[in-house]
């Protein structure tokens, strides 16, 4: 290691500079607009719709927030209805009362495809990677080629196959149509990971006595945490940010998730746009997280067959 | 019995067979199967408000589809949608790139924050921008306002020349993302060599990123360049929830025709004639994509 020569300091400065200005950009492009919208979920319906509108919420409250909380325990009767007027800024949307419980089924829905994704997707990338089988490249192009067909065209054949087994409106059905999406880019994805580790470590296993199982839980799962923690962090995003299929195979509040009721709002012309913008904060909050938390496996794991081409 | 099956096939085909059958079982019951059937249905001529009479018509839907004027406005208004965002996606995110390639202070938190739209759910996506874009107590228009670009306040998402451009600009801001992570761990492969090789030389940082840089992308861009257009050409969410295809036919794209066909209209085989003609145009483009562009970028 040679250590590279100080350069002069002008063109210094100007790195310097240059970096700073186009950092500042980047922030101001990515940032900026979930800023906005944190900034008027936390405003009450006068303030946001102020003109010009306040950029920092004049007097932070989460009253949204509350609402959207304490929502399943107000009961309109016909005395308190009109205490929710929108003109004064307490009206909640009829559907209110939906979304904690949309909430946890986007959380049940997310955690249930991230699991059952990983399971399925390894043993079949440990097969198509590692063993030599008649059919293996017809596999793999069948599986990868189910997704070139778009999501809007299989809506309504899947409508028909899911209500024949009597699982419309369930959350079992979501979870089942979610498979259908992440399990082919998974694959995909541990496939380029697995093909990526020592061929010879897997002779080595199989020399010792272990057969595929055993390959598959000495050798390939402990060496491709990162790909696998991606997979997981991909399936729930993939699964919680959904919204076509959601939309025609759930009916109700039973199995209806977040994308949905929150869409629901927004059609709603009478909805006011701060309640809409801190369901929409919540929404963000889980998904954003997870994937700052997992930053680190997501950009090794996700990326790992674009270097191959 | 069990014997001969065990001799014709050895023991790494049982075992594959026994590990692929699972996916291949999900895979038949919620893809293959759909996907099949959907085609039965184009070419049968069902309208679910005549429930009964669903008579085989070959590939008339495929004509009717055709023939239709609101499919070919469809058509035009996709394609330009899909071109601005693959394009200007794709070139935000080599300059994205380029940024968190360097190595400078607060690089990690940058790069932290940039999965941010990523991770972002289409439904919020939507909503953000469709708020920024507000007529009334919208960001947009306070902040250009300010900077003196507008004399007063636009409807933005009721202008028919900008509705596509702006949608269009949603979905880059959720995807560029991806794209930039992906170029940059192809940037990232390059060997430290190469850049040195080109600085004996004395070539510039230009020259450096012409010479060097580019053609090392060239595997990253490819692949950008077909997810992109895959997922571009698809798009839904943003369409709903944004303007429906409004205003007027502005922003009329196939995937929201495809919608209003099957329902709203309720006709399901011309909509599945829709979405076959939709699927294979995505197919043979992406193929396109990788033959053509492969060879030469």
Request: net charge positive; with cysteine; charged share 10%.
């Amino acid at each position: 290691m040679q250590a590279t020569p100080r350069r002069p300091i002008a063109p210094r400065v100007l790195r310097g500079a240059l970096l700073f200005c186009f950092s500042a950009l980047f922030v101001l492009y990515v940032a900026g607009p979930v800023a906005w919208l944190v900034s008027s979920s936390l405003q009450s319906e006068a303030q946001i719709t102020a003109v010009p509108p306040n950029w920092l919420p004049p007097l932070a409250s989460l009253a949204n927030f509350e609402a959207i909380f304490t929502a399943a325990d107000r009961q309109v009767t016909y005395e308190n209805r009109r205490q929710g007027d929108a003109a004064t800024g307490g009206f909640l949307p009829s559907g209110a009362a939906n979304l904690l419980p949309s909430l946890w089924n986007s959380l049940t829905v997310g955690i249930w495809v991230a699991v059952l994704n990983l399971l399925l997707s390894v043993t079949a990338a440990y097969a198509i990677a590692v063993i030599d089988f008649r059919g293996r490249r017809a596999t793999l192009y069948t599986v990868l080629a189910t997704r070139v067909v778009p999501d809007i065209a299989l809506v309504v054949p899947l409508f028909l196959v899911i209500r024949n087994l009597g699982l419309i409106n369930s959350l079992g059905a979501l979870v089942v149509t979610y498979l259908a999406i992440t399990v082919p880019f998974t694959i995909f994805i541990l496939i380029s990971y697995f093909e990526g580790i020592p061929r010879d470590l897997y002779r080595a296993a199989r020399i010792d006595g272990c057969g595929h199982w055993g390959a598959l839980r000495h050798v390939y799962l402990p060496l491709s945490l990162p790909a696998l923690v991606a997979a997981l962090t991909f399936a729930f995003l993939t699964s919680w940010n959904e919204f076509v299929f959601a939309l025609v195979l759930t009916q109700n509040v039973q199995a209806q998730t977040l994308p949905i009721v929150i869409s629901g709002f927004i059609m709603d012309f009478t909805t006011s746009f701060s309640f809409v913008n801190a369901a929409g904060v919540i929404a963000i909050i889980p998904p954003v997280l997870m994937a700052v938390v997992f930053q680190r496996y997501i950009v090794s794991g996700l990326t790992a067959g674009a270097v191959k081409g | 019995m069990l014997a001969a099956l065990n001799r014709r096939f050895g023991y790494d085909e049982r075992s594959a067979a026994l590990l692929v059958f699972p996916v291949v079982a999900v895979l038949l019951v919620v893809a293959a199967f759909p996907i099949l059937y959907s085609f039965w249905v184009s070419l049968h001529d069902i309208v679910l408000t005549r429930p009964l009479r669903r008579p085989f018509v070959g590939f008339d839907n495929y004509l009717r589809v055709f023939d239709d004027e609101r499919f070919w406005v469809a058509v035009a208004r996709t394609t330009v949608y899909t071109v601005v965002t693959v394009a200007v996606t794709t070139l935000l995110a080599v300059l994205v790139a380029l940024l968190l390639n360097e190595n400078f202070p607060g690089n990690r938190l940058l790069q932290a924050l940039l999965l941010v739209p990523w991770a972002t759910p289409s439904v919020v996506n939507g909503l953000m921008w469709k708020w920024i874009y507000d007529p009334t107590y919208g960001l947009l228009n306070a902040v250009l306002l300010k900077l003196g670009l507008i004399e007063r306040y636009r409807v933005w998402l009721g202008d028919p020349d900008l509705t596509l451009l702006l949608i269009a600009n949603a979905a880059i801001w959720k995807q560029m993302p991806l794209a930039a992570l992906l170029i940059i761990v192809t940037m990232k492969a390059i060997p430290d060599d190469l850049y040195r090789a080109a600085k004996v030389d004395g070539a510039g940082v230009v020259q450096r990123f012409v010479h060097v840089t580019s053609p090392a992308l060239r595997p990253g861009l490819m692949l950008v360049l077909v997810y992109e257009t895959m997922i571009s050409i698809r798009h839904f969410d943003l369409f709903l929830i944004m303007t429906q295809g409004g205003p007027g036919d502005a922003s009329f794209t196939l995937s929201w025709l495809i919608y209003v066909e099957t329902f709203r209209s309720l006709r399901f085989g011309t909509g599945a004639a829709m979405s076959y003609i939709l699927a294979t145009t995505t197919f043979v483009l992406s193929w396109a994509v990788i033959r053509f562009l492969g060879k030469r970028l």
